[in-house]
């Protein structure tokens, strides 16, 4: 994994060499945007004008989420839509919609809102998780550094296939994840869903534990919770039909714009 810099959005992510289309840059590189990036955000001058959806509103949180059904459903966390008064879905083409809360659960960190206009795409969840290339994954979503990113990124991710196969509820990847992440959709090499990112791993709690420090495992929601979460609110997934050709990580990214969505919270 290295660090690239894009100049367009102003960002930084880790991922694989082939991935990277922009700069390599160093670890010091990387601690002086960040620096820089910090002072603009502390200094920044506040949007005057109103937003075309949420008015006058202010934006309090963003995470991500993405659409599961053809009457415009979408699943995200629950901890992402907290606490809000409205709710947007924004997409990479600039499409920005409100939407309502159908459902939320906070014991399983999931959320189901709906908007009132269709779906440009519908993820497809994969049909056997467990037969999974666990070392082509990705999470696409829009990750905050500082500020929300208006596109959204893809994080390449890796698990022992088995751990995919697992009845409990939570199951752990390796792969960046940082906050805005919540809600993005964990994807197989075929861009079908696996699970629902729900958060990075406590650091901290695991170095004063183990005296290791680890800062690339993610939690995700998994496929056998999030199906009882969508059937218990008559949500029918799509269920990809097998065999799924494998795609390129770019494939994947691309697949994925149909249907992943920024959420914003605003208050």
Not at 152 to 174: G, K
Not at 203 to 216: E, G, Y
């Given at each position: 994994?290295i660090a690239?810099?894009?100049?367009e959005?102003?960002?930084v992510t880790?991922?694989?060499?082939?991935?990277?289309?922009?700069?390599v840059i160093s670890?010091?590189r990387?601690?002086?945007?960040?620096?820089?990036?910090?002072l603009?955000?502390?200094?920044?001058?506040?949007?005057?004008?109103?937003?075309?959806?949420?008015?006058?509103r202010?934006l309090?949180?963003t995470?991500?989420?993405f659409?599961?059904g053809?009457?415009g459903?979408?699943l995200t966390?629950?901890?992402v839509?907290d606490?809000?008064g409205?709710?947007?879905?924004?997409?990479?083409?600039?499409?920005?919609?409100?939407?309502?809360?159908?459902?939320?659960?906070?014991?399983q960190d999931?959320?189901?809102?709906?908007?009132?206009?269709p779906?440009p795409g519908?993820?497809?969840?994969?049909?056997a998780?467990?037969r999974?290339?666990?070392?082509?994954?990705?999470?696409?979503?829009?990750?905050a550094?500082?500020l929300?990113?208006?596109l959204s990124?893809?994080s390449?991710?890796?698990?022992d296939?088995?751990?995919?196969?697992?009845?409990s509820?939570?199951?752990?990847?390796?792969?960046e994840?940082?906050h805005?992440?919540?809600?993005?959709?964990?994807?197989?090499?075929?861009?079908?869903?696996?699970?629902?990112?729900?958060?990075?791993?406590?650091t901290?709690?695991v170095?004063?534990?183990t005296h290791?420090?680890?800062?690339?495992i993610?939690?995700?929601i998994s496929?056998?919770?999030?199906m009882r979460?969508?059937?218990?609110?008559?949500?029918?997934?799509?269920?990809?039909a097998?065999p799924?050709?494998?795609?390129?990580?770019e494939?994947?990214?691309a697949?994925?714009?149909?249907?992943?969505?920024?959420?914003g919270?605003?208050?």
């Amino acid at each position: 994994m290295i660090a690239c810099y894009d100049a367009e959005r102003e960002i930084v992510t880790h991922t694989l060499p082939d991935l990277c289309r922009g700069e390599v840059i160093s670890a010091e590189r990387e601690a002086a945007l960040a620096a820089a990036r910090r002072l603009r955000i502390q200094s920044g001058v506040q949007e005057t004008t109103a937003d075309p959806v949420a008015g006058t509103r202010r934006l309090i949180g963003t995470g991500s989420g993405f659409y599961v059904g053809s009457g415009g459903e979408l699943l995200t966390n629950a901890h992402v839509v907290d606490h809000c008064g409205l709710f947007t879905a924004a997409s990479d083409d600039g499409d920005k919609l409100a939407l309502h809360l159908v459902a939320s659960d906070a014991r399983q960190d999931l959320a189901l809102l709906k908007a009132d206009a269709p779906p440009p795409g519908i993820a497809a969840f994969s049909a056997a998780p467990g037969r999974s290339d666990g070392a082509r994954l990705a999470v696409v979503g829009y990750p905050a550094y500082g500020l929300p990113t208006r596109l959204s990124t893809l994080s390449p991710a890796r698990i022992d296939p088995i751990r995919l196969a697992t009845a409990s509820d939570r199951v752990e990847f390796r792969g960046e994840v940082r906050h805005g992440n919540s809600g993005s959709p964990l994807l197989d090499e075929a861009g079908n869903v696996l699970g629902v990112v729900h958060a990075t791993i406590d650091t901290p709690k695991v170095f004063r534990a183990t005296h290791t420090l680890v800062t690339d495992i993610g939690v995700a929601i998994s496929w056998t919770a999030v199906m009882r979460f969508l059937a218990a609110h008559s949500v029918t997934p799509v269920i990809a039909a097998g065999p799924q050709r494998g795609l390129s990580l770019e494939e994947v990214h691309a697949k994925s714009r149909r249907f992943v969505v920024q959420i914003g919270c605003w208050q």
